[in-house]
């Protein structure tokens, strides 16, 4: 059974991450490995304790010290799931992207201690959320206990996985699915600018919908107890999916969408949730990728 990964560095934000890791561990009944990249092989230094210093100083007690926090911690959130922490020598990133080659999903702080001795910082959770094969989740903001889960649906192959996946959750967390689809007409923002109206702002509204409805079509049927509500906004996906986050106990995304260029790794919803959402982040994309 795959583990759900969390990469720490002993920062607040990484024991948010350590509890949601938990959380998602718990509820698919899974196990959660603790990891922390530990760079001393690219520092150069002793990382032993000094001979001057206690017996046990020096970086690898310090990195030890750091997991065996965090697994501690881990089983005091939950003490029904099973809890491994690892020290592993190399960089963050590197580190990460190695382990969630097998994991059921890696959970990470939003930002790390940051400066020179920040080992994971906010740039870490946004390469991971690039290049990672498995689900990828973010610690950050507040998750409303009772608010739904929120996925945003453009109609791509990535916002299918993460309407699976949200609606697992939302099973799992006996929530709401919020299913949400933005979208932007034609505006003239100066005189200059007027467009002839060529569309029918209720017929495209109601086009739109129809994406939204289409990509949650099967749910009902597997999940007879999920209550799916839709929402049709007019506006930009990225702004109105951070919006939307407000208010949710997780809002769940593709890597990418429909749009962007070929080689793009995240599109702009993902990234701007990535740093802006009010709640836990989960970007996904097919797991053949
Ligand atoms: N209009 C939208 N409404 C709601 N959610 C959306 C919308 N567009 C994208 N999403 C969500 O965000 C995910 C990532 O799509 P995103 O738009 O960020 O990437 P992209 O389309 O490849 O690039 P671009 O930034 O150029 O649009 C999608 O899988 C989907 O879950
Ligand atoms: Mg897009």
Not at 58 to 86: K, N
Not at 189 to 203: A, H, I, K, N, S
């Amino acid at each position: 059974m795959t583990a759900v990964v969390v990469g720490v560095d002993g920062s607040p934000a990484s024991t948010a991450a350590v509890a949601l890791a938990v959380r998602v561990a718990s509820e698919r009944h899974r196990p959660v490995r603790v990891v922390h990249a530990f760079v001393w092989p690219l520092l150069h230094v002793p990382v032993g304790p000094s001979p001057y210093g206690p017996a046990d100083g020096g970086l690898r007690h310090e990195a030890e010290r750091i997991v065996g926090e965090a697994v501690a911690y881990a089983e005091t959130c939950d003490a029904r799931v099973s809890v491994s922490g690892d020290v592993i020598a190399g960089g963050v990133s590197a580190v990460l992207l190695a382990a969630s080659r097998h994991a059921f999903a890696i959970v990470l702080g939003d930002r790390g201690l940051g400066g020179f001795t920040g080992l994971m910082v906010g740039s870490v959770a946004v390469q991971v959320a690039a290049h990672a094969t498995c689900p990828v989740l973010v610690a950050r903001g507040t998750a409303r206990e009772n608010g739904p889960v929120v996925v945003g649906v453009d109609g791509s192959p990535n916002s299918d996985r993460a309407v699976a996946f949200a609606a697992e959750e939302a099973v799992l967390r006996k929530t709401d699915l919020l299913a949400v689809h933005a979208w932007t007409g034609p505006v003239s923002t100066r005189p200059g600018d007027m467009r002839p109206l060529v569309y029918d702002p209720e017929q495209v509204a109601e086009d739109e919908s129809r994406v939204l409805f289409e990509a949650t079509a099967g749910l009902n049927e597997r999940y007879p107890d999920l209550l799916v509500g839709h929402r049709v906004v007019r506006g930009r996906a990225a702004h109105t999916m951070i919006t939307q986050s407000h208010g949710a106990q997780l809002v769940v995304v593709g890597a990418r969408g429909r749009g962007g260029f070929a080689g793009l790794l995240l599109g702009s919803v993902s990234q701007g949730l990535l740093h802006h959402a009010e709640c836990p982040v989960a970007i996904v994309r097919p797991t053949a990728a």
